[in-house]
């Protein structure tokens, strides 16, 4: 079997360095855009290479017209031991997404939900709160569309407002919090103060 893994996985520099990003970000769904501008490969590559992780069934992969989304496959039989070869592998990553979002001034936090987790049917992909202009958040979603494929679809809020419905209960707020999104950014103690949130995953490419 090892045998077998080793011939079709790491056959190739680009394959291993895919894999380490999918591994190291389990919970995050990827375009091949952002895959390719994260690894260094081109987009066809990457496209490629992860539509083979698919038929393999070592990644699940969905649609939202007019992209295909993948992330590693957890319950696949190859899973444990890659994760084995790749645990003290360094990571060769540019995490275009995050730096773009975590660029933007006075944020006080940010969740990436909806497409970047597996959700393509959620209301809201980006959940932001702080002293964010419209203008800057809309330029961000702008650059992301290219990156992803497909609209980002943003939730910006001040920090009052995202206060005063995370204490109520807001229903746009639970949607993104009661169904792990992946936190880039908290500084407003949601993880110690929220009620209701307990599921939030408070880490960002932590295996679990």
């Known amino acids: 079997m090892l045998g077998d893994m080793n011939k079709i996985f790491f056959d190739s520099y680009d394959k291993r360095k895919i894999l380490t990003v999918l ?31 698919a ?37 060769i990553d540019r995490p275009v997404v995050e730096r773009l979002i975590l660029a ?40 992301l569309k290219e990156i992803v494929g497909n609209e980002v679809n943003y939730a910006l809020m001040s920090e ?9 209960y807001d229903w746009s707020l639970k949607e993104v919090l009661d169904y792990d999104p992946l936190i880039l950014l908290d500084r407003l103690t949601v993880r110690k103060n929220a009620k209701g949130t307990n599921r939030v995953k408070f880490f960002y490419g932590v295996k679990k």
Request: charged residues 30%; glycine residues 6%.
């Open 160 to 168: 009052q407002e995202f206060l005063n419905r995370l204490y109520s």
């Open 23 to 53: 591994m190291h970000y389990p919970n995050r769904s990827f375009s091949a855009t952002e895959i390719g501008l994260r690894t260094g490969t081109s987009t066809l590559r990457a496209k490629n290479l992860l539509q083979a992780f």
């Open 55 to 91: 038929k393999q069934h070592l990644a699940n992969s969905f649609d939202k017209s007019p992209e295909r989304y993948f992330r590693i496959n957890r319950r696949s039989m190859w899973y444990p031991e890659i994760e084995k070869i790749l645990e003290d592998e360094k990571l």
């Open 104 to 143: 933007l001034p006075n944020l006080k936090f940010a969740a990436l939900s909806g497409l970047f987790v597996g959700r393509p049917k959620a209301q809201i992909d980006l959940l932001l709160a702080g002293d964010v202009s419209e203008e800057r958040a809309e330029r961000v979603a702008g650059e």
